[in-house]
């Protein structure tokens, strides 16, 4: 029987964690960081947040928001992956 996941927060947190796998990201989050980041990014920029705090040397070679919209494009395609 396949994985069924049916919290709204927990199958975004599954295509984010897809997602950095996809991207060859060393980044896993677990549901404690993904709740933090879902209180400290006001904005929902959670791959901001997440990069200003623990891999701010990568804002030296990347914009934020380069880094933002890649992530969320592959996160929306795992998303729709699923609920197709």
């Given at each position: 029987?396949?994985?069924?996941?049916?919290?709204?927060?927990?199958?975004?947190?599954?295509?984010?964690?897809?997602?950095?796998?996809?991207?060859?990201?060393?980044?896993?989050?677990?549901?404690?960081?993904?709740?933090?980041?879902?209180?400290?990014?006001?904005?929902?920029?959670?791959?901001?947040v997440?990069?200003?705090?623990?891999?701010?040397?990568?804002?030296?070679?990347?914009?934020?928001?380069?880094?933002?919209?890649?992530?969320?494009?592959?996160?929306?395609?795992?998303?729709?992956?699923?609920?197709?």
């Amino acid at each position: 029987m396949p994985n069924v996941v049916s919290d709204p927060l927990a199958v975004e947190l599954e295509a984010y964690n897809r997602a950095f796998s996809e991207l060859e990201l060393p980044w896993r989050w677990d549901a404690a960081t993904f709740r933090d980041l879902l209180n400290a990014a006001h904005d929902r920029d959670f791959i901001g947040v997440y990069v200003e705090r623990t891999q701010p040397h990568l804002l030296r070679v990347y914009e934020k928001a380069f880094l933002r919209n890649l992530v969320l494009e592959v996160k929306e395609r795992c998303m729709r992956d699923r609920a197709a």
